[in-house]
């Protein structure tokens, strides 16, 4: 991805970050709290998604 297309993201994702009402952020803030996080990651950590990423690499 060229340097020119990347900031061109970052622009649109942080223009449009800032053009959301603050009722909306905090709505979606406190809706991803609720949700829970996988089991394996809450309990073991990184571990597992390294060893699903080294293992998708490999196929």
């Given amino acids: 991805m060229p340097f020119n297309?990347?900031?061109?993201?970052?622009?649109?994702q942080i223009t449009a970050y800032m053009d959301?009402?603050?009722?909306e952020k905090k709505d979606q803030k406190a809706k991803d709290k609720e949700k829970?996080?996988?089991y394996s990651n809450r309990?073991?950590?990184?571990?597992?998604?390294a060893?699903?990423?080294?293992?998708k690499?490999?196929?």
């Fill in 57 to 59: 690499k490999t196929n």
């Fill in 5 to 12: 297309d990347y900031v061109k993201y970052l622009t649109q």
């Fill in 20 to 23: 959301t009402p603050a009722k």
């Fill in 43 to 49: 309990w073991l950590g990184i571990l597992p998604f």
């Fill in 51 to 55: 060893f699903k990423v080294a293992k």
């Fill in 36 to 38: 829970p996080p996988v």
